[in-house]
């Protein structure tokens, strides 16, 4: 059997190519070193949030849907889903507390929609994507205003916030509050 690099030359080395090499490697664990010691003095390692390790460490969550009371919480770092319906007041008398996994963590700025037994989860409304047949399923908000609705956006451009809704005419606070209870909206600048 006859090897194919056999009858190949010898190429020939420069030792100054090895010198390269070893210096690169060199590098390339200094830098592995210094990002070690980086890592470590930040309190972090790779992928980790910040603060996680401090048990004062405080996460912005909202809690929507079948809870006592809807709303923005902070809780601590590495809460769960179960602390934060706790936040929220407990579950309602409707909240389908199986839909859920009650031990999963959350997120910095998560939210949570606590489902209801009776609709479960409704469909999500897009502020800034919806038509005016999608934002009518909404409670509230009957064919003209989300016409009105889907006007505004097409003139003014997205939503930024919530709080946007009110320049367009019949949303006013307490009609905004009843819209926002429902959990439904979504997109805000999208």
Same mark, same amino acid.
């Given at each position: 059997?006859?090897?194919?690099?056999?009858?190949?030359?010898?190429?020939?080395?420069?030792?100054?190519?090895?010198?390269?090499?070893?210096?690169?490697?060199?590098?390339?664990?200094?830098?592995?070193?210094?990002?070690?010691?980086?890592?470590?003095?930040?309190?972090?390692?790779?992928?980790?949030?910040?603060?996680? /390790?401090?048990?004062?460490?405080?996460?912005?969550?909202?809690?929507?849907?079948?809870?006592?009371?809807?709303?923005?919480?902070?809780?601590?770092?590495?809460?769960?889903?179960?602390?934060?319906?706790?936040?929220?007041?407990?579950?309602?008398?409707?909240?389908?507390?199986?839909?859920?996994?009650?031990?999963?963590?959350?997120?910095?700025?998560?939210?949570?929609?606590?489902?209801?037994?009776?609709?479960?989860?409704?469909?999500?409304?897009?502020?800034?994507?919806?038509?005016?047949?999608?934002?009518?399923?909404?409670?509230?908000?009957?064919?003209?205003?989300?016409?009105?609705? !889907?006007?505004?956006? /097409?003139?003014?451009?997205?939503?930024?916030?919530?709080?946007?809704?009110?320049? !367009?005419?019949?949303?006013?606070?307490?009609?905004?509050?009843?819209?926002?209870?429902?959990?439904?909206?979504?997109?805000?600048?999208?």
């Amino acid at each position: 059997m006859h090897a194919p690099w056999a009858d190949k030359p010898d190429i020939p080395r420069d030792p100054r190519t090895f010198e390269v090499a070893g210096l690169l490697l060199i590098a390339w664990i200094l830098y592995g070193i210094a990002w070690s010691l980086y890592v470590g003095t930040a309190g972090l390692s790779p992928g980790a949030a910040p603060d996680s /390790e401090d048990p004062r460490a405080t996460i912005p969550i909202r809690v929507i849907g079948e809870v006592q009371r809807p709303g923005d919480y902070s809780a601590v770092a590495g809460a769960t889903v179960a602390d934060a319906v706790a936040l929220a007041g407990g579950p309602t008398a409707q909240a389908d507390l199986d839909r859920l996994n009650l031990s999963q963590g959350l997120l910095d700025r998560s939210a949570l929609r606590v489902p209801s037994i009776e609709y479960g989860f409704q469909p999500i409304v897009y502020m800034n994507r919806s038509s005016v047949s999608e934002l009518v399923s909404l409670s509230g908000i009957g064919p003209e205003l989300a016409a009105r609705i !889907v006007r505004d956006r /097409e003139m003014h451009g997205p939503f930024r916030t919530a709080r946007d809704l009110l320049r !367009v005419r019949g949303i006013g606070p307490k009609k905004l509050e009843t819209i926002l209870e429902q959990g439904l909206l979504r997109g805000w600048g999208r």
